[in-house]
């Protein structure tokens, strides 16, 4: 039976949506590779639906959002740690086809569908510290950081680590993902959403039981994001 691209990733978006993710509006800046996916070799940018799915991999609590293939580790002296999985991406390509009767005006444009496994550089060993990290983030916000916040925190027990390139948490991991505080527009919009995410975290451990979702299973979703 042939794979329908389209509709195994569509699927995993509306899976996501039934999970509860929802529209909004993100008060940090986006650096390829830093709280963006982008080819760790190329240092371009992904888009269209490999962003979102390779944000759909970030519960697995790596530190920058770089990726490159098993031949790209390879050719860059390094290699993809044994036993780890990869994530597939979708490469689209327009090809020029002609009608029968090879009219130029009868081309037509056909996508073609590719699909790759890649991995994020902390799947990898060896690596050259030019592909491990990225351009710095972009600093956007003019704000110092409020010493009263930051000592609440850290009061919480909280695991938060910031420089993870997006703000969610991870119940199975425990822990909270916070883009840089420069990356954000504010120091309100930075604490904003660390209260939120600390909301999140707090959940399975102060709420009461959901009837429809068991606490295990509570704790083992995947991570929320703002």
Not at 14 to 33: D, F
Not at 163 to 190: L, Q
Request: net charge positive.
């Amino acid at each position: 039976m042939r794979r329908d691209l389209y509709e195994e990733v569509s699927n995993r978006i509306i899976a996501e949506l039934e999970r509860g993710a929802a529209p909004w509006v993100k008060p940090w800046s986006a650096t390829a590779g830093a709280n963006s996916p982008c080819n760790a070799v190329t240092n371009r940018p992904y888009s269209g639906c490999n962003v979102i799915l390779l944000w759909l991999a970030r519960d697995r609590g790596w530190p920058t959002p770089r990726f490159l293939t098993f031949k790209q580790a390879i050719e860059a002296g390094g290699n993809v740690r044994k036993g780890e999985r990869g994530t597939k991406v979708i490469f689209v390509k327009q090809l020029q086809i002609k009608d029968d009767n090879g009219d130029e005006a009868d081309t037509r444009l056909v996508p073609m569908l590719r699909e790759y496994t890649v991995f994020n550089v902390a799947q990898c060993e060896n690596l050259p510290d030019s592909i491990k990290t990225g351009k710095p983030v972009r600093v956007r916000n003019p704000d110092t950081r409020d010493a009263l916040a930051d000592d609440f925190l850290r009061s919480t027990g909280a695991d938060i680590r910031e420089g993870h390139g997006e703000a969610y948490f991870v119940p199975s991991r425990d822990f909270i993902s916070m883009p840089a505080f420069e990356a954000f527009k504010s120091a309100d919009h930075f604490y904003n959403v660390a209260f939120h995410e600390l909301t999140h975290n707090a959940e399975p451990r102060i709420m009461p039981r959901r009837p429809e979702l068991p606490r295990k299973t509570q704790l083992e979703r995947p991570g929320n994001a703002a």
